[in-house]
């Protein structure tokens, strides 16, 4: 009797591990369904939001490129109305400040100083600075796209 049961229990027993390996299997290509789904689902967002980036490069190329007219001089002018604003704008905050100190020529160099770089001109440095070093990064990063 005990022979017999040994031999169940052998012949059983032999299987019992192909069983586990059969759930294990049948478990990992679960899993694996799973990851293909993942990468599918990511491989469809990565192809929208690709889409999406070109769409806003194209728009962007379209709002900055410059209107061509092939006449040279307006298209030279054209090409000046950023700068020539910019340069006059520093122009009349330049002579501004000078004003203000030939105004506040009274005070020691350190009320000048005081008087001149106020906390309103350390925002406007400081967004001029920031706007064109942003512009330099951001150029480059997507020139490298």
């Not at 169940?8 to 694996?32: C, N, T, V, Y």
């Not at 789904?37 to 490069?57: G, P, W």
């Not at 006059?88 to 001149?116: E, N, T």
Request: net charge positive; proline share 1%; charged share 20%.
């Amino acid at each position: 009797m005990l022979t017999l049961f040994a031999s169940l229990i052998g012949f059983f027993g032999s299987i019992f591990p192909e069983i586990i390996k059969l759930f294990r299997e049948k478990s990992d290509k679960a899993h694996e369904l799973k990851i293909l789904e993942k990468q599918m689902e990511y491989n469809n967002m990565s192809i929208a939001h690709l889409a999406e980036i070109e769409s806003d490069i194209a728009s962007n190329n379209i709002l900055y490129k410059t209107y061509k007219t092939n006449i040279l001089w307006i298209d030279a002018l054209n090409g000046t109305v950023r700068p020539v604003l910019a340069y006059g704008f520093f122009i009349i905050y330049a002579w501004m400040k000078i004003r203000q100190s030939v105004i506040a020529s009274h005070l020691s160099l350190l009320g000048q100083v005081g008087l001149l770089w106020t906390e309103n001109d350390q925002a406007i440095f400081a967004g001029i600075i920031s706007f064109y070093f942003g512009q330099r990064t951001f150029s480059k990063l997507r020139k490298s796209f």
